[in-house]
Nanobody, 124 residues
């Protein structure tokens, strides 16, 4: 059974920073690209950052480009999302997952197993 656990979210003021982490069990993390996603109530889950299995190539949505950095440690089955200069519009629940295919406005995950996510709230 694949299980994702995301952590690191919280309440932060505009302009602040957070680093999110996600750990997967039940899957060989390095077999796939990975992505970070975010979702607000009533909205679809959107891909904000993706990273190839070897960590060499990244993709970012325009809304986070230049502010977020995705990385991974395959030996630890762990992914990271460093978020800086946070804005109120970054408020969402953040998730990670393994990807089989993706582009800026499209993605396919390996399966439909998702973690609980971690809440990020940007507010003064």
């Amino acid at each position: 059974q694949v299980q994702w656990v995301e952590s690191g979210g919280g309440l932060v003021q505009p302009g602040g920073s957070l680093e999110l982490s996600c750990v997967v069990s039940g899957r060989t993390f390095s077999d796939y690209a990975m992505g970070w996603f975010r979702q607000n109530p009533g909205q679809e889950r959107k891909l904000v950052a993706a990273l190839t299995w070897n960590g060499h190539t990244t993709l970012y949505s325009d809304s986070v480009k230049g502010r977020f950095t995705i990385s991974r440690d395959n030996a630890k089955n762990t992914g990271y999302l460093q978020m800086t200069n946070l804005k109120p519009e970054d408020t969402a629940v953040y998730y990670c997952n393994s990807l089989t295919d993706y582009a800026e406005t499209y993605y396919e995950t390996v399966d439909d197993n998702w973690g609980q996510g971690t809440q990020v709230t940007v507010s003064s």
